[in-house]
């Protein structure tokens, strides 16, 4: 399993297979050619401030989003935080960050656009360095 940033659709798919196969190529040199199996992409939680969020959905409902693609370890440790919370265990005052209603985001068609271009940008420019 290897990560990229960055939507498979359109020209994003052969920018970011090739990055990951030129990644691939610098951490394992002797790789040979690389046939991906599978591959799957989907929409990263991107926050204006880069702070996740904990957000009440009703009564005993509490959800967590908006890890910028960082949100392995976090979310491994917000879910058992929450379930804790949930269970009674840990009070709300006690949680790393603030419960909050949810609200939509401003421009969101936009700011993806914006983040899978520069992504683009990013590994593209990187076959060059």
């Known amino acids: 399993m290897f990560g990229s940033v960055g939507a498979l659709r359109g020209t994003g798919l052969a920018v970011h297979r090739a ?4 990644a691939l190529k610098k951490i394992f040199p002797r790789i040979g050619a690389v ?7 989907g929409m ?3 926050t204006d401030d880069a702070v996740p ?11 967590f ?3 910028n ?15 804790d919370h949930i269970l009674g265990k840990v009070n709300e005052s006690d949680l790393p960050l603030p419960v909050t209603q949810p609200d939509a985001p401003a421009l ?3 700011k993806e656009a914006y983040y899978e271009k520069g992504a683009q ?3 593209a420019v990187g076959a060059w360095f």
Not at 53 to 62: G, I, Q, S
């Open 44 to 46: 990263i939680g991107m």
């Open 108 to 110: 969101p068609v936009l």
């Open 53 to 63: 969020r904990f957000h009440r959905l009703a009564p005993n409902v509490v959800t």
């Open 35 to 41: 046939n991906f199996e599978s591959q799957w992409y």
């Open 19 to 22: 990055w990951a196969r030129r």
């Open 69 to 83: 693609g960082r949100g392995i370890g976090p979310g491994t440790v917000f879910g058992r935080v929450l379930a």
């Open 65 to 67: 989003c908006g890890y």
């Open 121 to 123: 940008l990013a590994h």
